[in-house]
């Protein structure tokens, strides 16, 4: 059966033949979007009634205008608050009660008040009219009981002007009796239940047809990232490339590893608080390997393995300080000095993906942090020509097929070069990474034997993140201010298309 806001509709289309939900919404006192649902169900039930959508228009109160049918007009308002015996202060009315400044002046132009402008004090407020009739509330009354009909259209025009009545477009539907019309209607099965089957009641039941048109529900569930959709396609691609991730999950370095052991020299500016956050506390790291770190103090300063160094004093006291790592090539130095402790050297090939954090200036597409993307290869006697044929290994998987290489300057990498691709959208080459060769400088200090180069290169996910999803802004996609709803609706990540 219909329920019982259904048995009513089709009694109500029984007795007048055809009838608009809106009127049904005033006749059955319910909401027009109710009436409209349970109309949608009686149709999905056969040919029970037919409907024509046509569009009304009408004109209901304001909320400022529903207060006046309560209360009255601001013009009543304040010609009440005017005692009718020597009047009041205009600065008083005015505080008085709210919105006396508009009351005043419909009063005024009503003729109900009128000022004395040499009274002692100030400008005083007098009553002009010894009675009033408040028309404007009483034209509200009429629109409220649906007699908009009765007002002039300059009332109408000076409800409308005043925003105390507005004029609504709804969507309405005229009921009218279908060709299996009845004011009783079995409601259509959507379960074939084992009650059913087991008593026969199946037999006299009306089922819905299936509606294989029908979307699935949406399942509850959690949402990646954009971020993380892309890094997970980088993380593949390592996979695939034959690369074992590294160990990242320390956010706080110490300046040791994150520089020192870079051959990094303690006097770079990178190393300035302007561009690392150094760590208050623990503001210092305690544990090195004493016999590395030695080895590293003298390369630094006097030099070695060929190498003249900073010639600069290097004092542990710089090297101990705790900082928020400014790159992941911290964690690939300290990869590289625990392959070099194996007693025999074997090739290998590393990457990483996390957050990295430099004090820099922040804009659209710089924030103090960011996720540096890092892959090396360690091997006997690599060349430049090994470092770009991996580039373009790597980048063909991303779809870029077109790469040129800038020479450009690392401290912990010679020869270094900056990796460009041509940007088919922008018409131009665009820096999509950079690349090197680490330092003998900084790998014998390790006990690498002297064979051994390693070749590598780092970009950045938030980059072609924001290529990849079109955001412009890199706090839409990272940070306090992300529109979740961004989160849920963007696409899976395919790089390669
Ligand atoms: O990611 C960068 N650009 C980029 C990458 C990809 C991309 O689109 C995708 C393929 C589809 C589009 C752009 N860059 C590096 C270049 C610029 O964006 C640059 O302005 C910003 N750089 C960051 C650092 O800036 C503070 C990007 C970040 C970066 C730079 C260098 C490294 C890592 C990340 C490195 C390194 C390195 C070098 C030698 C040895 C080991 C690591």
């Not at 999905?44 to 205008?65: D, F, H, M, R, S």
């Not at 079995?186 to 074939?192: A, F, G, P, Q």
Request: charge should be neutral; include cysteine.
């Amino acid at each position: 059966m219909a329920d019982s806001l259904g048995e009513s509709i089709l009694q109500r289309v029984e007795k007048d033949g055809k009838i608009s939900t809106d009127v049904l919404a005033k006749l059955l006192e319910r909401d027009h979007q109710q009436i409209v649902g349970t109309v949608k169900s009686l149709q999905a039930l056969g040919n029970v009634i037919e409907t024509k959508q046509q569009t009304n228009k009408y004109w209901e109160l304001t909320p400022e205008g529903t207060q006046m049918v309560e209360s009255g007009s601001y013009e009543a308002l304040v010609y009440e608050a005017v005692p009718p015996e020597g009047g009041i202060l205009q600065a008083e009315l005015m505080k008085k009660i709210p919105n006396a400044k508009i009351g005043f002046s419909k009063g005024m132009s009503a003729g109900w008040l009128e000022v004395n402008k040499t009274a002692e004090g100030g400008p005083r407020i007098m009553r002009k009219a010894s009675s009033i009739v408040d028309k404007v509330q009483e034209q509200l009354k009429k629109v409220h009981k649906g007699d908009i009909e009765s007002l002039t259209d300059k009332e109408r025009s000076e409800l409308k002007k005043r925003k105390l009545v507005q004029e609504v477009t709804v969507n309405t539907f005229l009921v009218m009796k279908g060709s299996e019309f009845s004011t009783s209607v079995n409601k259509l099965e959507t379960d074939l239940t084992p009650e059913m089957l087991a008593s026969g009641t199946w037999k006299d039941r009306k089922f819905k047809d299936y509606n294989f048109d029908a979307l699935g529900v949406m399942p509850a569930s959690g949402h990646l990232h954009p971020l993380l959709k892309v890094r997970a396609q980088f993380r593949q691609i390592f996979l695939e490339m034959g690369f074992s991730e590294m160990p990242t999950n320390n956010y706080i370095e110490s300046s040791f590893w994150n520089f020192d052991a870079l051959f990094q020299p303690q006097q770079h500016p990178a190393r300035d608080i302007q561009d690392t956050f150094f760590i208050k506390d623990p503001e210092f790291a305690h544990e090195f390997p004493m016999d590395y770190l030695e080895r590293v103090k003298k390369v630094h300063s006097v030099g070695g393995y060929g190498s003249q160094g900073h010639k600069v004093e290097w004092r542990i006291e710089e090297a101990k300080k705790n900082i928020l790592r400014t790159h992941t090539t911290a964690v690939s130095a300290r990869m590289l000095y625990k392959l070099a402790q194996q007693e025999k050297f074997t090739p290998v090939k590393y990457f990483s993906i996390d957050r990295v954090f430099r004090n820099e200036t922040l804009d659209a597409t710089h924030l103090a942090e960011f996720h540096q993307i890092e892959g090396l290869v360690a091997d006997y006697n690599l060349t430049l020509a090994d470092l770009i044929g991996i580039l373009h290994a790597f980048f063909k998987k991303l779809g870029i097929e077109k790469l040129r290489f800038k020479p450009a300057y690392n401290p912990y990498t010679e020869p270094s070069m900056e990796v460009f691709s041509y940007h088919e959208g922008l018409k131009k080459w665009v820096e999509i990474g950079n690349s090197g060769v680490f330092r003998p400088e900084m790998l014998l200090p390790m006990g690498l034997p002297e064979d051994v180069v390693v070749i590598a290169w780092g970009l950045s996910l938030e980059r072609p993140t924001m290529i990849k999803y079109g955001i412009d802004n890199i706090r839409e996609l990272f940070g306090p201010r992300v529109n979740l709803q961004m989160v849920y609706d963007n696409p899976i990540c395919r790089l390669d298309k």
